[in-house]
């Protein structure tokens, strides 16, 4: 599977920004896309996710009620809208996939970085 990230930039804090992530090179009927971040000096964390089949999705603590992740299934794209941005949320987001049966640790792929600078 390949990713391709893209749609960071720099935003003032409350705005919103959205991210999304090109998925090819196989059916993902059996794969969860999700977003990451790192921020600088941190460990790389996790945002979002969903299920391509069925489309449960999946929030870190906190980014609920803030962020919204979706998916086109025609365009296999992943989206990320942002919204009610804080300068906390500055990082680079990382889009990757992994199977139904691995986790994020071991067999994921990943996309490369975009980075979303929030201002305050």
């Known amino acids: 599977v390949q990713l391709q990230a893209f749609g960071g930039g720099l935003v003032q804090a409350g705005g919103s920004l959205r991210l999304a992530c090109a998925a090819s090179?196989?059916?993902?009927?059996?794969?969860?896309v999700g977003w990451f971040r790192q921020a600088p000096g941190k460990e790389r964390e996790f945002v979002a996710a969903?299920?391509?089949?069925?489309?449960?999705?999946y929030y870190a603590d906190s980014v609920k009620g803030r962020f919204t992740i979706s998916k086109d299934n025609a365009k296999n794209m992943v989206y990320l809208q942002m919204n009610s941005l804080k300068p906390e949320d500055t990082a680079v987001y990382y889009c990757?996939?992994?199977?139904?049966?691995?986790?994020w640790g071991t067999g994921a792929y990943w996309g490369q970085g975009t980075l979303v600078t929030v201002s305050s």
């Open positions: 969903i299920k391509w089949n069925g489309g449960t999705t």
């Open positions: 090179g196989r059916a993902l009927s059996r794969y969860v």
């Open positions: 990757a996939a992994r199977g139904l049966d691995t986790n």
